[in-house]
């Protein structure tokens, strides 16, 4: 230890020897977490009242599935009162959660997300189920029945590995060469992930006990639409969409050259468009059209890209700013609040803990 | 009647949120934003007391989230430090060049990014071995080692280039 650690370790055993708590702190603790639990113990009533009004025929679930009840408490399109307008009106119903985050809602409503240190799902009509517990656990992404998520499981070996847990069976380390770690690092697309290893090397699999395969193509993998991979070059930066079913490959016809090595970039695809967001701008590509169109502003470089079958949503992360871009209207709509989109599903977030994930109409 | 489970953290947050509330100052380096971490980390404390109040050591739990939300919340946030007026002119007071050279230490700490910070508080102040540090921030040992090592040459440099500015004064 040379002298500047010694001098460092004295200063920061002396730092702040004299100051003492605001007063009140210990007060406003206590009642925070009071205020809290009683946040929950609504949710969790408004959960139960909903399971016994849904005994009769499920007016307003226009989903065929039946009610939800454990976390997730339905209410009407009124509850997406906090929503712009021009989105609330696509709003048919919705379910609340009370969750310190949300990481992924999937295509059937699924949300991953959790309370500190644990990664739990919720599924409409099914209780809480946790899948870890682990302050590593990150990057999580819902398909139609998996989950999947990077742990940090085996010590100095890998950063993170690739998890996976179908229905109800137990998580299951997919693969064994970790994962790399970068903005989207896991993606699933139809029940099939999408990932790149420690090396650069982009695999899928087909489900959670599907066999790592290996995609002949140069880059790593940031977005996914069944069965189309896109992967950006690392070298040139291109990006390139990747056919998993048949190895065929082609540039992405509207794509820029990216920036390389990326960062700061996060990608979202649907079969229909393919979104960007990097450099404080918004890019969304029609697929079908070959047309891109940008929305500058309100995004920042370390956003949250997702995308659904109506809107793409780039949430600011760190800060409550949401830009919502409407593929059907081109509208642009601002939130201030976090917000994502997957599927036919719209979700955001109220307050400090309040998720909605509410069903659109269909475009 | 009173939550049994709760009148135990009461108790907890009574005895050591003196010891919290500094160890929030020297992770975040202003006591606003000390507040705001630690009020932050107890209440999700508060919450899974039921589950904390059986490990070993619940104050070790509180401070490990303490850093790990100061490295995963405050991270990118673009944050105001209020710095004291330095002296006019220097003064032959050995008290207060000790203050001075403390001063000087702090500017330097808060110029580094919150996870560099956080590995040299954990690794100074905690006394964590790197494969500890790692385990609590999510990342290899190695990423640990490299951050420590960047951020005492950038405290160097820091402190280098006060030196230099005094000394020219």
Aim: charged residues 25%; glycine residues 10%; contains cysteine.
């Amino acid at each position: 230890m040379d002298q500047l650690e010694r001098t460092l370790g004295d200063h920061l055993s002396r730092a702040g020897a004299d100051l003492r708590p605001p007063a009140g702190l210990a007060d406003r603790i206590t009642t925070a977490i009071v205020h809290r639990r009683r946040r929950r113990r609504v949710v969790a009533t408004a959960a139960v009242a909903a399971a016994l009004v849904l005994v009769v025929p499920a007016v307003g679930w226009v989903s065929g599935r039946p009610g939800p009840s454990g976390t997730g408490a339905a209410a009407g399109p009124s509850a997406a009162s906090a929503l712009p307008p021009e989105i609330a009106a696509l709003v048919t119903d919705v379910t609340t959660y009370d969750l310190d985050r949300v990481d992924s809602v999937g295509p059937t409503g699924v949300v991953v997300g959790g309370p500190e240190q644990e990664l739990s799902v919720d599924t409409p009509g099914a209780p809480t189920r946790t899948l870890a517990r682990s302050p590593h656990a990150w990057a999580a992404a819902a398909g139609q029945d998996i989950v999947v998520w990077a742990d940090h499981r085996d010590g100095d070996r890998h950063d993170f590995q690739v998890m996976c847990a179908g229905g109800t069976r137990e998580p299951r380390q997919v693969g064994d060469r970790g994962v790399l770690k970068r903005d989207n690092p896991i993606q699933v697309s139809d029940d099939t992930l999408l990932w790149t290893d420690e090396a650069g090397q982009a695999w899928y699999a087909e489900g959670c006990a599907g066999a790592p395969r290996k995609i002949d193509a140069r880059g790593h993998a940031v977005a996914f639409a069944f069965p189309d991979a896109f992967l950006v070059d690392d070298t040139t930066g291109e990006l390139r969409q990747v056919d998993v079913r048949t190895g065929t490959q082609q540039l992405v016809p509207g794509a820029p050259r990216f920036d390389v090595p990326t960062g700061g970039q996060v990608f979202a695809a649907t079969t229909t468009h393919l979104a960007w967001a990097s450099e404080g701008r918004l890019s969304v590509l029609d697929r079908r059209a070959v047309v891109v169109n940008t929305v500058p502003g309100g995004v920042t470089a370390t956003a949250r890209l997702t995308a659904g079958d109506r809107f793409v949503v780039c949430a600011s992360d760190g800060r409550p700013e949401t830009t919502v871009y409407d593929t059907a209207t081109g509208r642009v709509s601002g939130l201030r609040m976090p917000a994502l989109a997957a599927a036919d599903r719209f979700a955001w977030r109220e307050g400090d803990t309040t998720w909605r994930v509410a069903v659109l109409r269909p475009t | 009647m009173p939550d049994a489970g709760m009148v135990h953290f009461d108790a907890f947050v009574a005895s050591r949120l003196p010891a919290l509330y500094r160890y929030g100052f020297v992770l975040t380096g202003t006591p606003q934003d000390a507040e705001d971490l630690v009020q932050e980390a107890l209440v999700r404390t508060g919450l899974a007391w039921h589950r904390v109040r059986n490990k070993d050591d619940p104050e070790r739990y509180v401070r490990t989230t303490m850093a790990r939300l100061m490295v995963d919340r405050w991270r990118r946030s673009t944050r105001e430090y209020p710095v004291a007026e330095p002296p006019d002119a220097a003064v032959d007071d050995r008290g207060l060049q000790r203050l001075h050279d403390a001063a000087e230490i702090d500017v330097a700490l808060r110029g580094l990014p919150e996870r560099t910070r956080a590995v040299l508080v954990l690794r100074y102040l905690d006394g964590m071995a790197d494969a500890e540090i790692a385990d609590v921030l999510g990342c290899r040992p190695g990423t640990v080692k490299s951050q420590a090592s960047r951020g005492l040459a950038r405290l160097r440099h820091l402190l280098r280039g006060e030196e230099a500015r005094h000394g020219s004064a």
